[in-house]
């Protein structure tokens, strides 16, 4: 089968590789029908996630249909069409039973990092009963592969770790697939100010476009005074840092209200200074998190009731013979005003 495959830092290749097996009880294979590129591909690639070895295929992201099943799958059969979520999970270890699903004892980010991924014609996926989700008939399969990540991961890493509530005030830095996701699903809880700060207009437009109270062109505006002067000088109540380079995570430092939050989201392959010297006094929170999916089955029924337009987030479509365009095409998004980019095998 095609694959797309990590040759190390800055290295990757279409080849070919021999269709996935059965290697659980619990496993099953999925023909992938369609997957997209994730930012995270691309911090791989620069070498910020060293656990993932030279030789994997990529991507943690996608839609399919059940080719084979191991004996011990219960809940799907050869011919079903199932979402494949990001984060596998067994659904009975310690961190399961607490909802910790990224950090499951024989799950967690397997996908496209320890073991194979969704970049392919076919992919393994293990504790299959609790990590895929069954597909209602008649939904845009395209728009579903958006809940493979960026939505659960916007709204659980950003809108419930920003505890977003009605009336409150929001910045969101970063305006590519994650953090218009944090914008799609922090409506949810009516928030006064949802403000987005970027450097590219075109995603900037497209926030405008999905629900932004105000956007930043942090190129030639000052977002604290713009945010300063939104908020009667006292700065948002969620700061939520989507794009995972040290000058946003301090950024928004600068930008959180006293007894606010600062909520990361951003893969970091660098260190950021936390500058306690200011803010020890000011009854921040700041959290991190690995997503867990745990509002995946939440977050399909939206999408099925049409409260949020998932499909607007693909920009560009592609087969897998171009993933390497299509990874060029991602990579360069400022140029070409892309943010999802689904592939199809």
């Given amino acids: 089968m095609k694959a797309l495959i990590y040759g190390g830092p800055g290295e990757k290749s279409l080849g070919e590789r021999a269709k996935p097996q059965i290697a659980e009880g619990g496993d099953a294979i999925v023909r992938v029908t369609h997957t ?10 620069k070498g910020d996630v060293p656990g993932c070895a030279p030789g994997r295929i990529l991507g943690h992201e996608g839609v399919g249909v059940i080719d ?19 984060i596998t999970a067994c659904g009975r270890c310690d961190y399961c039973r607490r909802g910790i699903y990224s950090h499951c004892r024989t799950g967690g980010w397997l996908l496209g990092n320890e073991i194979d991924g969704t970049q392919a014609e076919y992919v393994r996926i293990p504790h299959a ?20 990540d960026i939505l659960p991961t916007g709204f659980e890493c950003g809108v419930l770790n920003g505890k977003v509530a009605p009336g409150s005030s929001v910045a969101i830095v970063g305006a590519g697939p994650i953090g218009l996701a944090v914008l799609l699903t922090a409506q949810f809880y009516t928030p006064a100010q949802i403000i987005m700060i970027d450097m590219d207009a075109n995603r900037l437009a497209v926030a405008r476009r999905f629900g932004a109270t105000r956007t930043i062109d942090s190129r030639s505006e000052d977002p604290v005074e713009i945010v300063r002067g939104l908020t009667d000088g006292q700065g948002v109540d969620a700061a939520i840092e989507a794009v995972g380079v040290p000058a946003t995570f301090e950024l928004c430092q600068d930008l959180v209200a ?11 392959g660098r260190k950021a200074d936390l500058h306690l010297e200011r803010l020890w006094s000011h009854n921040i929170t700041v959290t991190t998190r690995l997503v867990d999916t745990v509002t995946t089955p939440m977050l399909l029924k939206t999408v099925a009731a049409e409260k949020i337009d998932a499909g607007q987030l693909v920009t560009h479509r ?5 993933i390497l365009d299509a990874y060029d095409v991602f990579g360069r998004a400022a140029e070409t005003q892309a943010l999802k980019v689904l592939i199809t095998p």
């Fill in 68 to 86: 084979s099943v191991g004996p011990a799958v219960t809940n799907f059969t050869p011919g079903d069409h199932v979402l494949i979520s990001c």
């Fill in 258 to 268: 006293p007894g606010g939050v600062i909520a990361n989201i951003g893969v970091h």
């Fill in 36 to 45: 997209t590129i994730c930012g995270t591909d691309l911090h791989i690639l």
């Fill in 318 to 322: 592609f087969s897998l013979d171009a």
């Fill in 129 to 148: 009963d609790t990590s895929l989700y069954p597909i209602p008939a008649g939904m845009d399969e395209e728009a579903l592969v958006m809940l493979s």
